[in-house]
């Protein structure tokens, strides 16, 4: 059966049996842009967009959605997240280029990042950046005396870890004691940092932040962390701290496989808004304005990465190895958290599974699997496969690694295809050598 829930919303299975996204059949797709290609639905992106801003401002109208630019960001992106009244997280300069690039309107962007260089944060102060969210000790004395020099007072929140473990892989989880980002409220260096803020004589501390990680498949942490949090901030009431702003990051999940059933976009935005409310109401304290920061949620489900069979070889009572033209160049996912993908056969869908195979990239390591143990009709070279779910970290993600060219990147809607980013030629890798 076709895992439609792990597909955008406009994937079908056309009457021979071949996979349409967008309106656009994807074998011709992959005849005009060549594989593997990374095909992105605009109505599946927007309307996440617009899930999330209507989920949450019909419960908590002062909210803003940030879309966090590091699950994928180009400029036309870009433009599509500000036609949907988005902010933008961004995480380098080259994020922040980007957003400019566009004239994104800054005040809506926010700065995060656990080791901003000097060049980064002068760069986004000079250019009026609305936020940013302060990671460490060496960054509010850094920020406050970039922001000193330029004359200006500059909007921070401060990001603090509130030992809440969210249950997902290690690498991607950044709330705990244990991490790199964040200030520790266990620690008291939290508080330590909330007094700094305040004192600082060119930043002006609107509110906290955190994020625990992702993909975050249970509302409870998010419910913990918001409440222990707000009562965090309600001990720094005489000491000047007027929460304006509060955030609980983004981490909200998606279906990578059937089998994943993610709550819905609302039961994060019921858990979230409702925790703060009461919370809010039981410290006699003013709701804040909200600010929720998805990024994978928003385009991970809307991306379909399309690659062509070469090499086939079985193992006989061991493994058939399937090879692609693409992996670990163009997702990294499996071999850096052991991610795992549905797999279909785009050009004969309705087919039944004949065989277990493993789908292995070109790249020269071993670890470079897509998928290991799928069940799929018998598989000949020159067969489209097709990954759903891989708008997220998975481009953005992307290396030259043995200098294969990173993929192209497709806008689908109505029939319509649109080119958003090319694939790289041998001159673009070779663009910034020096002989
Ligand atoms: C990565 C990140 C996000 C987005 O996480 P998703 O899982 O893509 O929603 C949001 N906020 C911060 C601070 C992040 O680092």
Known sequence: MFPQSVFPDTAQVNTEGQLVIGGCNTLDLASEFGTPVYILDEQTLRSRCRSFVSEFQKRHPATQVAYASKAYINPALARIFQEEGLGLDVVSGGELAIARSVDFPLENVYFHGNNKTPEELSEA?????????????????????????????????????????????????????????????????????????????????????????????ELEPYALATEFVLRFAAQFREEGLNLQDFSPGGGFAISYTRDQEPPEIAAYAE???????????????????????????????????????????????????????????????????????????????????????????????????????????????GDLIAIPATGAYCPSMASNYNLNPRPPMVLVNNGQSRLIRRRESYQDMMHVDVV
């Open 125 to 217: 102060v000079e250019h009026g950046i609305g936020y940013v969210v302060v990671d460490s000790f060496h960054e509010l004395n850094l920020l406050n005396s970039i922001a000193d020099a330029a004359g200006i007072t500059q909007d921070v929140l401060i990001r603090v870890s509130p030992g809440v473990d969210p249950h997902t892989h290690v690498y991607t989880t950044t709330g705990i004691l244990d991490s790199k980002f964040g200030f520790s409220i266990q620690t008291g260096h939290a508080a330590d940092a909330v007094r700094q803020a305040l004192a600082a004589s060119n930043l002006n501390l609107r509110g906290l932040h955190f994020h625990l990680g992702s993909p975050i498949f």
């Open 271 to 381: 858990t979230i808004t409702a925790t703060m409310k009461a919370t809010c109401d039981e410290l006699g304290m003013t709701t804040p304005r909200l600010i929720i920061e998805p990024g994978r949620s928003i385009i991970g489900p809307a991306g379909v990465a399309l690659y062509r069979v070469g090499a086939i070889k079985e193992i006989p009572g061991v493994r058939k190895y399937v090879s692609v033209d693409g992996g670990m160049g163009d997702n990294i996912r499996p071999a850096l958290y052991q991610a795992t993908y549905e797999v279909v056969v785009a050009n004969r869908i309705n087919e039944p599974e004949a065989e277990k195979v493993t789908i292995a990239g070109k790249y020269c390591e071993s670890g470079d699997l897509l998928a290991s143990d799928v069940m799929l009709p018998e598989l000949a070279s």
